[in-house]
């Protein structure tokens, strides 16, 4: 079931972030991460966030600010079972055009975004780590006059 955030998700995503992060993003020094993480939890509450429950547990969520996403995560016990796509559905239904940028050496994540029909724009250095990066688009089709989207 995917829902909007409810502040008293914010402890258990903020695991799921950080446990994501540190091992999805291994390229990068762990103490990036952990010197971020109360920044990102000040800041989560004023994103607009969807979360995948579970049998009542959070297991992903999804972070949008005006139709970038901000990060999309699934707990690693939950991986590869359609999650990560249903909270990608979610943000499509509600942007005509999402962007976001991911990590070039983020294989796993380059390849689900450009699965579901998301283009390269360019890529560039994060200041912050020094990892390349790719900015990513997603637009929706337009329909044609009479056919079908």
């Not at 409810?6 to 446990?19: C, G, H, N, S």
């Not at 983020?106 to 579901?116: E, G, P, Q, S």
């Not at 360019?122 to 009479?146: F, I, L, S, V, Y």
Request: charge should be negative; aromatic fraction near 12%; hydrophobic fraction near 40%.
């Amino acid at each position: 079931m995917i829902r909007a955030f409810k502040p008293e998700d914010l402890e258990e995503i903020m695991k799921i972030w950080l446990e994501t992060n540190l091992k999805a993003h291994h390229f990068v020094d762990s103490d990036y991460w952990k010197n971020n993480f109360n920044f990102v939890k000040m800041v989560m509450p004023q994103s607009e966030v969807y979360v995948a429950e579970e049998n009542g547990k959070i297991v992903g969520f999804i972070g949008l600010v005006e139709g970038y996403i901000a990060g999309l995560f699934v707990d690693e016990k939950h991986q590869r079972k359609g999650i990560g796509k249903a909270l990608l559905r979610e943000a499509q239904k509600r942007y005509n055009l999402l962007t976001l940028n991911v990590y070039v050496r983020n294989n796993d994540a380059v390849r689900f975004y450009l699965k579901h029909e998301f283009e390269l724009v360019t890529k560039q250095t994060n200041p912050d780590t020094g990892e390349e990066e790719c900015e990513m688009n997603w637009e929706r089709k337009a329909c044609m006059m009479g056919g079908s989207c």
